[in-house]
Each structure stands twice: as structure tokens, then as C-alpha cells.
């Protein structure tokens, strides 16, 4: 039976994240996480919910992108029991301190964690100075990514890569221009003999875009992002390309609410596609999920498969309220500061 959408709400949620340098990196230096947040309202009741991730200003434009790319419902049937294996992004932002950086990694380590990334690209001395540190603390066995956010040329990223190789990263993430793939191929050929990968696809937009990346041999790990690409279909394009080139997919997420969207794709991937977990972890980050109604579940550091219906967007009522810009108690109080 057809029914009828007969309300659509949009609302700017932000949360001021820079206050304490979470999300922080080498472009991002005081990103205060939002989100585009949509309602629709059928008449029968029922409600669809969707969001797109942005930092702060970018829900000027997100406000319209939204309600095209994330209210198509996804639901897995299927659950795995032991979950998907995820890594994390919250020990080592760029703007914490040594000392936060070792107290995060050693609460992580206790947790079950063995798959961490850690923000480069700012200064060459300083990365290879936090990298070694969190290198050691991690031990040898464990995983260590890094991530650039697109801060670097092709010479230059190849050039300061190559000094991190000591730390054995399993890959460099955005190391240039996020639209550069022919770029993104030479520093993938460049850094191919010191065991190091090229993640991205983060910033990319449509399946032609990973198509050409694909071609090219321009990454070795395909980042899917459940908001920048428009809808769970435009995602399911990637996920079949990338099983066609054989690369593994290792999404995105983090941000506001990326984690509750991205894991109904990587397990959609796992169940229905690839099959494979060799080289495959989705991103997680620590923050900001008791803003929803279904928070996504962490168990020793995997992706426990949601059980509610639904594609775990939906925020709750209070926490929309309270952190709507510019008029919710948490802004009024930043703004009159
Ligand atoms: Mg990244």
C-alpha cells in the first residue's frame, strides 16, 4: 500500500567538539561536528529519519543534500555474533597532548582494541615523534593506520610517508587532494615496496569517482562514507566495484551518527557481498552516540549488528532540541560566551 509523505522537517545540529580538540586534524584545526537532520511524516504514521554529516558551516548546504541521499531504510536480516572488527580513531586527534595520547591508548589497549589510527600532517618531526610513541605502545602485533586529510602534494606525501615507514602503518589515509587520482596512484606505486597502502574515498562523492580510483590501481583500501555518497544505493555500487577489483572496503565513519549509518553497509558487504574479513575493519570513534535512539554497540572492539529496524539514524527528541543552532540552550550559552 502507498501512503503519502505529509511532513518534512529539517534541523541544524551542532555539537561544539572543537572546545576539547575531539575531531581535530590537520585541516579540521576547531571542527565542531553537525549534522543535517531530517524527519519525514507519512500519514500513517509511520516516520523516516536521515542525516548528513557536517562540520559546523556545512549545514548551510547539507540542509538540502540530505533529504536525497539518507532516507532510503536499510535493514539487515542477518546477524553476525560475533561482529564486524573495527578500529579507532579516538586515541590520537592531532590537538591532544602526549599524555592523552598515552592514557587513550593504554584505556583502549585494556578494551580489547588493536587497530588505531593516528592524525598526521601537520609537522614531519612531530608525527614521527607521536607515531613512534603510539607505536610502542601498541606493541608490534597490533594494526596502526594513518591519516592526512588531504594536506600534502604527490612529491611531498611520498616524501613524508617514506619517514613514517619505521612505524609500519598499514596505510596512508587522503594523503592529497581527495579528487587527485592519478595522484593518489603514484603515491600508491611510490609506496608499494615499503608495505604501505593508500585508504581514501571519504570526500568521494559518486561510484565513478571509486571507479576510476579502481582502475587506476589508485587505492588499496576503499572508504566508503555513508552520507557523501548519495544514498544506500550509490554505496551498494561501490561495495560490488570494489569486490569486482578485489579491494577491501573499509569505511568511514565517526562524525555525527556515521557509525550507526556505515554499519549497516560493511555488514550488507560481509553477508552479501564479500564475504571476507582479511584487511577489512570499519572505523569507530568514541563520540556522541547517546544522541540516538540506537547508538551502534561496540563489544571488544567490534561492530556488535544492530537489532532495532531501521538505518540507526534517528536522534533523540532532547538532544535535537537542545543542540539546534542557533537557537538551543547549548548555542544560546556559546554565543553569549
Ligand atoms: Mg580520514
Known amino acids: 500500500m502507498l501512503h503519502k509523505i505529509i511532513n518534512l522537517t529539517v534541523r541544524d545540529v551542532r555539537f561544539p567538539t572543537s572546545l576539547e ?41 547539507g540542509k538540502i543534500y540530505t533529504g536525497v541521499a539518507n532516507c532510503l531504510e536499510v535493514t539487515i536480516d542477518q546477524m553476525l555474533k560475533e561482529g564486524y572488527p573495527a578500529y579507532t580513531t579516538s586515541c590520537a586527534w592531532l590537538g591532544y597532548s602526549d599524555q592523552q595520547l598515552k592514557q587513550l ?56 610517508v617514506s619517514r613514517l615507514a619505521e612505524v609500519k602503518p598499514l596505510w596512508i589515509e587522503e594523503p592529497t587532494s581527495p579528487d587527485d587520482i592519478l595522484g593518489h596512484a603514484a603515491i600508491s606505486k611510490a609506496l608499494a615496496p615499503l608495505g604501505i597502502g593508500v585508504a581514501t574515498g571519504e570526500q568521494c562523492h559518486n561510484r565513478v569517482m571509486f571507479k576510476q580510483f579502481l582502475q587506476a590501481s589508485a587505492l588499496q583500501f576503499v572508504q566508503i562514507d555513508s552520507c557523501r555518497l548519495g544514498s544506500v544505493n550509490e554505496n551498494l555500487a561501490v561495495l560490488l566495484m570494489a569486490h569486482k577489483f578485489q579491494v577491501p572496503v573499509c569505511p568511514h565513519a565517526g562524525g555525527v551518527g556515521l557509525c550507526e549509518l556505515v554499519q549497516h553497509l560493511i555488514l550488507f558487504d560481509y553477508i552479501c557481498v564479500s564475504a571476507d574479513l582479511r584487511n577489512r575493519m570499519c572505523e569507530y570513534v ?41 537557537e538551543g540552550d547549548i548555542w544560546k550559552l556559546e554565543i553569549n560566551k
Open 21 to 61: 580538540q575531539h575531531g581535530s586534524d590537520a585541516m579540521h584545526t576547531d571542527p565542531d561536528y553537525s549534522a543535517a537532520y531530517v524527519v519525514l511524516d507519512t500519514d500513517c504514521g509511520l516516520k523516516g529519519f536521515g542525516l548528513t554529516f557536517t562540520l559546523g558551516k556545512g549545514t548551510e548546504i
Open 105 to 160: 591508548c593504554s584505556d583502549a589497549l585494556k578494551s580489547g582494541w588493536t587497530r588505531f589510527k593516528v592524525k598526521v600532517g601537520a609537522d614531519l618531526e612531530d608525527d614521527i615523534r607521536r607515531c613512534c610513541l603510539i607505536r610502542q605502545m601498541i606493541g608490534p602485533s597490533s594494526t596502526l593506520m594513518i591519516d592526512a586529510n588531504q594536506r600534502w602534494d604527490v612529491a611531498e606525501a611520498i616524501s613524508w
Open 286 to 326: 568514541d563520540h556522541l552516540h547517546e544522541h540516538f535512539t540506537s547508538p551502534a554497540v561496540i563489544q571488544d572492539a567490534h561492530y556488535m549488528p544492530p537489532k532495532d529496524p531501521g538505518y540507526s539514524c534517528e536522534m533523540l527528541e532532547a538532544s535535537v532540541n537542545r543542540h539546534e543552532y542557533p
